[in-house]
């Protein structure tokens, strides 16, 4: 880890379960390229993270789907983390998280592993341009990371 | 009970010793501390007809069955994580207004340094255990410190907050600790070097932002204003108390706006119920799980504006002697984490004037904070009951 980028395929990885039902399609896209946020069938809001029902209008789990983003946003937050109790991350620190609001809807934030290249932590900024990165880190499992780029 | 003025009172507090390895379960701290809070009160174990036990700590099961409570006829468990507390009072108030109950016992009791510690503790008690597991541990992200960093950084953002600011209250904690013998940090003094020093845990937050974690136990008695009268000690009235969630309390990522927390409602539900204003409170005790929780908290119920916590703290405000007081007994980061059962245990003996040399002079109206989870939040309002 002596460049600050963040590896590929960790055996101990904590993985997510794939076919939960909340977020089996999320997964399915990933693994295809593609970032997705839920939508709402009946009035169109989108939402992130997917919940069980549309608190825009009120709509049941039956009517809620998926829309594509594009996968570009700016850092909302960010945390840098010295100390991790989960398998493999204990191994990997420091390493940086960050919560990006998507260029599609600001209101959109998603969080994610910051691949902050050579760069020490501290050169981070709140609204730095970064762009989704699909890191395959186990078998199946393609995790939408982020990167700086526009 | 309406709107949440409780018609309530709290006649014994008591608590084990504070350590980092107690050497014993936590149904005996459990115990320990139900002991001294009936001593306090002058109450005998029989008369305990409630028991509202804290997310995790030892149930009403575990303490009937210790203590031989045939009379407990009504037993509950917030689940607010660290505002379950103050939140314990609604549920007691709550109780005592129904008649389901006349002396309620709100427990807390945890080996939470030489037990399971909050970094695996904390996933069996989250809300949205699909969005931790789904969307965070893959992350890294996966602990209060971590989740809450994010809110300190882009408070820091946002308004200008400092390092030395959230230092501020690192060290004013610590100060009052000295104090108050119970302290853990009683008699270690720390100086802004020593807290710039502290090894990072999850930036901004060092090692010195964080409370401690802690073995102990910690119960309040809540009971009727006639059944009080007939206590040892002075009745202390629950003047409000109320509860709030932010939306959405089971995910900070997408929260608008994004400092939003359930405090904001707890608070202004309080105020109204007591008729009173901030501004009217003599000591704070604020829920210090992190020093910047404290800043965010002092805005959240309306101490200060949104954005001024960190000026407000480094004024010298929160100091004993300042306007407004908060945690004389040195709070979670330096007298020790009872999940906050131990600001209400302070707020009470404030109120009754007890508290020697950290004793906020003539304090009347006492303001108790729980902050929990991914940002429930609660408050007290404590006055003389008499």
Redesign the interface.
Known sequence: MTDGRLPDEQGDWPVPDLADTELAPFWAATAQGRLLVQRCEACGARRWPPRAACAACGVQPARLGWAEVSGTGRVYTWTEVHRSPLPHFRLLVPYTVALVELHDDPRLRMLGLLDRGPQPGDLVTVGMPVRVHFRNVAAGVYLPTWQPGQ | MTDGVTGCVIVGVGETEYSRRSGRSEIRLAVEALRAALTDAGLPPRAVDGIVSYPGSPRAEDLIGALGLPGVRFSATPQLGGASSVASLQLAAAALAAGSATVVACVFARNGNSGKRI??RIDQLLPGG??R???????????P??WY???C??HM?EYGTTREQLGTVALTMRRHAQLNPRAQLHGRELTMAEYLAS???????LLLDCCLETDGGCVVLVTRPDRGRDCRQPPVAVAAVAEGHP??PD?I??R?P?LETGLRYAAARAFAAAGLRPADVDVALIYDCFTFEVLHQLEEAGFCAPGEGGPFAASGAITLGGSLPVNPHGGLLGEGHLGGMNHVAEAVRQVRGECGQRQVPGARVAAVTGWGDLGDGSMAILVPGD
């Open positions: 970094a695996t699909y969005l597991r789904g969307l965070e541990h893959p992350q890294g992200l996966s602990t410190a971590q960093s994010l809110l950084r882009r953002h090894p990072p845990v999850a930036l901004p937050y939306d959405s995910d990522t997408g608008t994004f």
